[in-house]
Nanobody
């Protein structure tokens, strides 16, 4: 399994950004994909998870209403659309993958996931 994130960069508060996670060695029918982020000096935080095998999505409270996770099967890519960004969203964003269905207990738990990308940096600043 290989995961490669892209799309990070510097944006101003209030702007939007879309992150991509290109996956290989897995299919979304059997695997679930999650987005995490880690700000300097903070723990890795689960943001969103997509589990298409049971048609479930999970969002952290900090992401609800602003972030949307989606998948393009043809490109084997998962996206994280982020709107209304604030400086508090500044972090390295990672995608992670695991086989099967996570359930609400594990979907946004970093220790659940054995497969990780290298991360992409998002900086929100004026």
């Amino acid at each position: 399994v290989q995961l490669v994130e892209s799309g990070g960069g510097l944006v101003q508060p209030g702007q939007s950004l879309r992150l991509s996670c290109a996956a290989s060695g897995l299919t979304f029918d059997d695997w679930h994909i999650a987005w995490f982020r880690q700000a300097p000096g903070k723990e890795r935080e689960g943001i969103a998870c997509l589990s298409e095998s049971d048609d479930m999505t999970y969002y952290a409270d900090s992401a609800k209403g602003r972030f949307t996770i989606s998948a393009d099967h043809a490109k084997n890519t998962v996206y994280l659309q982020m709107n209304k960004l604030t400086p508090e969203d500044t972090a390295v964003y990672y995608c992670a993958a695991e086989y099967g269905r996570p359930g609400s207990q594990w979907a946004l738990t970093a220790s659940w996931y054995p497969n990780w990308g290298q991360g992409t940096l998002v900086t929100v600043a004026s």
